[in-house]
């Protein structure tokens, strides 16, 4: 029976505790905050709290640091109490004073209050400890033009965990880094400071009147003295320091820039080419590279134009990807834009290239300039398989009929005429001898070209020849090596058509079908590979016996038809 009422009571004291409705205190330390330094705001619920509390309805007016969650328990004269408390690091977003709404926390409601906020008793930044310094030049920058922004962050004591705010700009821009950070030891006002040095290049994308917002540190700051959160008598504070803002009046693009030109604003442009081989001589079919590079100061790679460079018709090009290349040397930003073209000449001969320019802004006398490379000229020389000049066709010797002398004895004119019909009788047996001369010339010269043409013919249709050169463009397959292998295919051509002769691999390419051109092209470039190139011969081989077996099907055998118009050997 004891045991039951000691239970029952118990169960009583328990229930009123819980029964007694949760009241909610505030508390602020320190009591008057100062502006830009963070402060701790501790809600303090007694009584059971079933739910936490959100805190989304302070955060216009606080950033959130961090927050803990303390619970204590107590057992005084019989009666139970419970206590939580949501303690939050906070700093200020604005100078002014602060007004915290009603909160709910579970089922009761905390009380409006109001956070007087301290502004500094100095109005000079260097007797904080801590401050900020910015400077940007030029203020008066053309659009796109690099901008350099300084940030300085002046401290007299050890900061932990200090984060600095990129430049934010009210209009189009693009930011980044310049260079690392400096750690300098220098003097304000005859103290000594340790100074961080931060620099940034902004490029402008708008014209017109342009801020960059003020810049904010935010850092730990070790402070001594009791607290009631810290009960060791040290505390970590959050101060954060805000920077002025800078003004900047962007111009456009000045009227005396040619407008067909890329905008390009630097303080320095450079142009250079470098040739492979160096000699400015190639060989018809063979590559030759030019190199051409774009060096500039306080710019970007990206803004480097991909002007289009003017080649005849005699050379077919093949350009790479240009690369791109920024860097930082002396606190100058660099950029590099480099260009390769691999060039193949056609037709012998010179062949002129015309010449490079390059407008550009120079922004540290701002005035127009033009970079240039001169024209150039490459001496295109016939490939190994290549004729010196194009085969004529032999001409027929002939004699004018204005060559021929006619007899010089005066023409006796008699009453019959006799001397007239003698004169006429001469010149048609001249004209005669002349007609059989020149038809006899005609049909010598048909009979040499046949006999030119069935010696070819009898070139192409020698099987062993042929074979010869097929084993060759195998062999060189097997091996692996793509110079043999093209020319053993440009023998095996000059075989097949020795009329029409193919210049390269290309001409080649376009007289057979799949898959033995792409063979042939995956061959050519292989070629035109600046490094060592490596090259698998088995694709170019299986293509070229598949062309030689529906080559078989589609053509008769050699010699099935008549010849036409031959003339027989005499």
């Given at each position: 029976?004891?045991?039951?009422?000691?239970?029952?009571?118990?169960?009583?004291?328990?229930?009123?505790?819980?029964?007694?409705?949760?009241?909610?205190?505030?508390?602020?330390?320190?009591?008057?905050?100062?502006?830009?330094?963070?402060?701790?705001?501790?809600?303090?619920?007694?009584?059971?709290?079933?739910?936490?509390?959100?805190?989304?309805?302070?955060?216009?007016?606080?950033?959130?640091?961090?927050?803990?969650?303390?619970t204590s328990i107590q057992w005084i004269n019989g009666k139970y109490t419970r206590a939580t408390t949501w303690v939050l690091e906070v700093i200020a977003k604005t100078q002014s004073d602060l007004v915290i709404p009603a909160l709910t926390i579970g089922k009761s409601t905390s009380p409006p209050q109001t956070i007087r906020m301290r502004n500094s008793t100095s109005t000079d930044p260097d007797e904080e400890g801590l401050f900020l310094e910015v400077d940007a030049t030029p203020r008066n920058p053309y659009v796109?033009?690099?901008?350099?922004?300084?940030?300085?962050?002046?401290?007299?004591?050890?900061?932990?965990?200090?984060?600095?705010?990129?430049?934010?700009?009210?209009?189009?821009?693009?930011?980044?880094?310049?260079?690392?950070?400096?750690?300098?030891?220098?003097?304000?006002?005859?103290?000594?400071?340790?100074?961080?040095?931060?620099?940034?290049?902004?490029?402008?994308?708008?014209?017109?009147?342009?801020?960059?917002?003020?810049?904010?540190?935010?850092?730990?700051?070790?402070?001594?003295?009791?607290?009631?959160?810290?009960?060791?008598?040290?505390?970590?504070k959050t101060r954060r320091v805000t920077s002025t803002a800078i003004a900047l009046a962007v111009r456009p693009i000045p009227a005396a820039f040619p407008s067909h030109a890329n905008w390009l604003p630097a303080s320095k442009v450079r142009l250079n080419e470098v040739w492979e081989p160096p000699t400015l001589t190639a060989s018809i079919g063979e590559p030759v590279t030019r190199t051409v590079t774009i060096w500039a100061e306080s710019i970007t790679s990206a803004q480097l134009p991909d002007f289009a460079m003017?080649?005849?018709?005699?050379?077919?090009?093949?350009?790479?990807?240009?690369?791109?290349?920024?860097?930082?040397?002396?606190?100058?930003?660099?950029?590099?834009?480099?260009?390769?073209?691999?060039?193949?000449?056609?037709?012998?001969?010179?062949?002129?290239?015309?010449?490079?320019?390059?407008?550009?802004?120079?922004?540290?006398?701002?005035?127009?300039?033009?970079?240039?490379?001169?024209?150039?000229?490459?001496?295109?020389?016939?490939?190994?398989?290549?004729?010196?000049?194009?085969?004529?066709?032999?001409?027929?010797?002939?004699?004018?009929?204005?060559?021929?002398?006619?007899?010089?004895?005066?023409?006796?004119?008699?009453?019959?005429?006799?001397?007239?019909?003698?004169?006429?009788?001469?010149?048609?047996?001249?004209?005669?001898?002349?007609?059989?001369?020149?038809?006899?010339?005609?049909?010598?010269?048909?009979?040499?070209?046949?006999?030119?043409?069935?010696?070819?013919?009898?070139?192409?249709?020698?099987?062993?020849?042929?074979?010869?050169?097929?084993?060759?463009?195998?062999?060189?397959?097997?091996?692996?090596?793509?110079?043999?292998?093209?020319?053993?295919?440009?023998?095996?051509?000059?075989?097949?058509?020795?009329?029409?002769?193919?210049?390269?691999?290309?001409?080649?390419?376009?007289?057979?079908?799949?898959?033995?051109?792409?063979?042939?092209?995956?061959?050519?470039?292989?070629?035109?590979?600046?490094?060592?190139?490596?090259?698998?011969?088995?694709?170019?081989?299986?293509?070229?016996?598949?062309?030689?077996?529906?080559?078989?099907?589609?053509?008769?055998?050699?010699?099935?038809?008549?010849?036409?118009?031959?003339?027989?050997?005499?």
């Amino acid at each position: 029976m004891v045991i039951r009422c000691l239970y029952f009571f118990f169960a009583l004291s328990f229930s009123a505790g819980y029964a007694e409705a949760a009241e909610v205190d505030i508390r602020v330390e320190p009591e008057l905050p100062a502006v830009g330094e963070s402060f701790r705001i501790a809600f303090t619920v007694r009584g059971e709290v079933n739910t936490a509390p959100e805190f989304a309805e302070l955060e216009p007016l606080v950033e959130i640091l961090g927050r803990n969650r303390q619970t204590s328990i107590q057992w005084i004269n019989g009666k139970y109490t419970r206590a939580t408390t949501w303690v939050l690091e906070v700093i200020a977003k604005t100078q002014s004073d602060l007004v915290i709404p009603a909160l709910t926390i579970g089922k009761s409601t905390s009380p409006p209050q109001t956070i007087r906020m301290r502004n500094s008793t100095s109005t000079d930044p260097d007797e904080e400890g801590l401050f900020l310094e910015v400077d940007a030049t030029p203020r008066n920058p053309y659009v796109q033009q690099q901008v350099t922004y300084t940030i300085r962050l002046w401290r007299r004591f050890e900061l932990s965990n200090a984060s600095l705010s990129e430049p934010r700009l009210n209009k189009d821009a693009i930011v980044r880094p310049l260079g690392e950070d400096r750690h300098l030891s220098m003097e304000k006002n005859g103290k000594a400071y340790e100074v961080i040095e931060r620099r940034f290049v902004i490029f402008p994308q708008v014209s017109g009147d342009t801020e960059i917002a003020p810049a904010t540190v935010t850092a730990q700051v070790v402070t001594r003295g009791f607290s009631l959160f810290d009960m060791f008598g040290q505390s970590v504070k959050t101060r954060r320091v805000t920077s002025t803002a800078i003004a900047l009046a962007v111009r456009p693009i000045p009227a005396a820039f040619p407008s067909h030109a890329n905008w390009l604003p630097a303080s320095k442009v450079r142009l250079n080419e470098v040739w492979e081989p160096p000699t400015l001589t190639a060989s018809i079919g063979e590559p030759v590279t030019r190199t051409v590079t774009i060096w500039a100061e306080s710019i970007t790679s990206a803004q480097l134009p991909d002007f289009a460079m003017e080649f005849p018709y005699t050379l077919k090009t093949y350009p790479d990807q240009p690369q791109l290349k920024d860097s930082t040397s002396n606190g100058t930003l660099t950029a590099i834009r480099e260009k390769k073209i691999a060039l193949i000449p056609t037709l012998a001969g010179p062949i002129e290239l015309t010449p490079i320019e390059l407008p550009w802004w120079n922004t540290t006398t701002d005035t127009l300039e033009i970079a240039r490379l001169p024209g150039q000229t490459l001496s295109a020389a016939p490939g190994a398989n290549e004729p010196a000049t194009m085969p004529q066709t032999p001409a027929l010797s002939s004699v004018p009929i204005a060559s021929i002398e006619l007899p010089n004895k005066p023409l006796l004119v008699d009453e019959s005429g006799s001397g007239i019909l003698r004169w006429r009788g001469w010149f048609w047996i001249a004209v005669i001898s002349v007609s059989g001369w020149v038809c006899t010339a005609w049909c010598l010269w048909r009979r040499s070209s046949g006999a030119a043409a069935n010696s070819i013919e009898d070139k192409v249709l020698n099987p062993a020849s042929m074979h010869q050169a097929q084993s060759r463009v195998s062999a060189a397959c097997r091996a692996n090596d793509p110079r043999s292998a093209r020319t053993a295919v440009l023998s095996w051509a000059e075989l097949k058509w020795p009329t029409e002769r193919p210049h390269g691999l290309n001409s080649i390419a376009a007289r057979v079908t799949e898959p033995l051109t792409g063979a042939l092209s995956d061959l050519n470039r292989t070629l035109y590979q600046q490094k060592s190139p490596t090259w698998n011969g088995e694709i170019l081989s299986s293509a070229f016996a598949q062309h030689l077996i529906n080559r078989e099907h589609r053509e008769p055998p050699a010699g099935e038809l008549p010849r036409l118009f031959r003339f027989a050997p005499e």
